[in-house]
């Protein structure tokens, strides 16, 4: 089997260059691309990113890329790969996804079913199986998956199996929430550090917060979940229990964590301390049903991070108008408070009432949606430390 490997994390569009730092703080070289950030490694390298990236999508290990225009071109192309280097005998191999954009090759079932076929053709040549009798597949998964770009193909292997922002916390969801990686990334992309208080006055189901806590607390995301590749037979296992063990040792205990979680609807609330609890971080979280308009504090410096009703969680447009404008008049004493307000509503600034310092485009899914950002005044943090 190999000890190197092209690697691949996916991420949503505008997300790329978030998962890129994460990657360069765990020391790996990377090159940041549109919907993907490249990679180089072993074993290690993606047992590691599996376990440790807050805002990435998947996993995936480069097999093969080579110019795709014909049939045959791809055929010839999935045959020249080294399956043996990844698929034992006796695996179950499916061609789970096609995706071709801009290219001659457009029909994605004919794509999967060729490049099955050139797969089953080499594994059959490289363990001396005859034609015409099947291969085995009842071991453990691995899910391959081609794209094809501009006329050039590219064939993946996913190591992730059910997509990172899957944590494991979140049994009970509510009403259109908001992804793990998607909320990890509003706190990468705000100011916050752990030593600020943090606010979310439309807290859901709480995964703002929580991810927040489970990044203050050092808690790696993947942590309380399984991987595709954990079942892979040539896996170094005792290398996957020692990184597991090495992050469980990695989490910090001792924080005092100004954390504020709340929303108008109790049940949401209950439903949020439950999230945190399965996370391993209600203790450090302080949840309160209460009205938006309802918040009052004397701490300084803090932020609020919110996603309030929209798109699919739209309240009627008089609702909706009436929430912003209410959560404009309440964060206005707070001048010291940076605000970041995730909506896909564009006339979010008019309604709560100022312009956004910065403006970001994101995709929550399929819909674009605008991080505004206002920044707080400046304050010494020994001022801060005070309060």
Not at 200 to 223: F, M, Q, R, Y
Not at 312 to 335: H, I, N, S
Request: charged share 30%; hydrophobic share 40%; with cysteine.
């Amino acid at each position: 089997m190999k000890n190197e490997f092209q690697i691949v994390a996916t991420a949503a569009a505008g997300l790329e260059a978030l998962v890129g730092r994460e990657l360069r703080a765990m020391e790996v070289d990377c090159q940041v691309e549109n919907g993907k950030v490249r990679f180089k490694g072993g074993q290690e390298a993606f047992m590691k990113a599996n376990l440790w990236l807050r805002t990435a999508d998947r996993i995936k290990l480069v097999l093969g890329e080579f110019p795709a225009k014909t049939f045959e071109e791809l055929y010839q192309g999935v045959f020249a790969i080294d399956w043996q280097d990844y698929l034992p005998l006796g695996v179950t191999f499916p061609v789970s996804k096609a995706r071709c954009v801009r290219s001659k090759l457009h029909n994605e079932p004919s794509v999967q079913a060729i490049t099955k076929k050139a797969i089953v053709r080499k594994m059959q040549k490289v363990y001396a199986r005859p034609d015409g009798v099947p291969l085995p597949e009842s071991g453990p998964v691995f899910s391959i998956e081609v794209s094809i770009l501009k006329d050039r193909a590219t064939i993946l292997l996913d190591t992730s199996g059910d997509s990172l922002f899957k944590r494991g916390y979140r049994t009970d969801k509510g009403g259109a929430p908001l992804k793990e990686n998607m909320a990890a990334a509003l706190v990468n992309l705000s100011n916050w550090f752990p030593d600020k208080p943090l606010l979310d006055p439309t807290c859901g189901s709480g995964t703002i917060v929580i991810e927040a806590a489970l990044k203050a607390l050092n808690i790696a995301p993947g942590l309380r979940r399984s991987f595709a590749f954990e079942a892979w037979p040539w896996l170094d296992q005792g290398l996957w229990k020692n990184l597991k063990e090495e992050a469980v040792a990695a989490k910090k205990a001792d924080l005092d964590l100004r954390i504020m979680a709340s929303d108008i609807d109790g049940r949401m609330v209950e439903l949020a301390r439950a999230n945190a609890e399965r996370a391993g971080v209600a203790s450090h979280i302080t949840f309160k049903q209460m009205r938006l308009q309802d918040f009052r504090t004397e701490l300084i410096n803090g932020v609020v991070i919110s996603n309030p009703p929209y798109g699919e969680r739209l309240l009627d447009d008089e609702g909706v108008t009436r929430l912003y404008q209410e959560m404009g008049a309440t964060f206005v004493p707070l001048k010291t408070w940076s605000k970041f307000i995730l909506t896909s509503d564009e006339q979010f600034e008019t309604k709560y009432g100022s312009l956004a310092d910065k403006k970001r485009k994101l995709y929550n899914g399929t819909l674009r949606v605008d991080y505004y950002q206002y920044f707080g005044e400046r304050v010494r943090r020994s001022e801060n430390r005070d309060h």
